[in-house]
């Protein structure tokens, strides 16, 4: 029995997950308002968050994704001077993504944000 567990969650982990979030809400701070945080977020904005063995990716976004776990991923565009990290994790019990983002080099937009949406469901056709 547990060779056959062992093989379950291998071939699970193998899939792609991918969910539909909206809904995202919180914070930002900008260089152009002395980095003091103001309410923020994405108004009538839906992303699908793709995890897979081999990265991952969010649409629409051109970051580059790395999976940091099954429900979470790690992207990155530097370029430049000009950086942009930004993080998305998946609560599925919640039914909450959690993103975080920080930008710098970019003079008067330089900062970041700490947002929470809702999980809409899994991807279309998936």
């Not at 993080?87 to 008067?108: C, F, P, Q």
């Amino acid at each position: 029995m547990p060779v056959v567990c062992l093989l379950s969650f291998a071939a699970m982990s193998a899939e792609a997950q991918c969910w539909r979030v909206a809904e995202i809400k919180g914070f930002s701070s900008r260089a152009s308002e002395g980095y003091t945080l103001s309410a923020d977020g994405f108004t009538g904005r839906e992303f699908e968050i793709t995890v897979h063995n081999r990265g991952g990716s969010v649409s629409p976004s051109s970051l580059k994704c790395d999976r940091s776990s099954p429900v979470s991923l790690l992207c990155i565009d530097s370029k430049s001077g000009k950086v942009t990290v930004e993080t998305w994790v998946i609560d599925e019990v919640a039914g909450r993504v959690l993103h975080t983002k920080s930008i710098t080099g970019y003079g008067i937009h330089d900062g970041g944000n700490l947002f929470v949406g809702k999980v809409l469901g899994k991807c279309r056709g998936r």
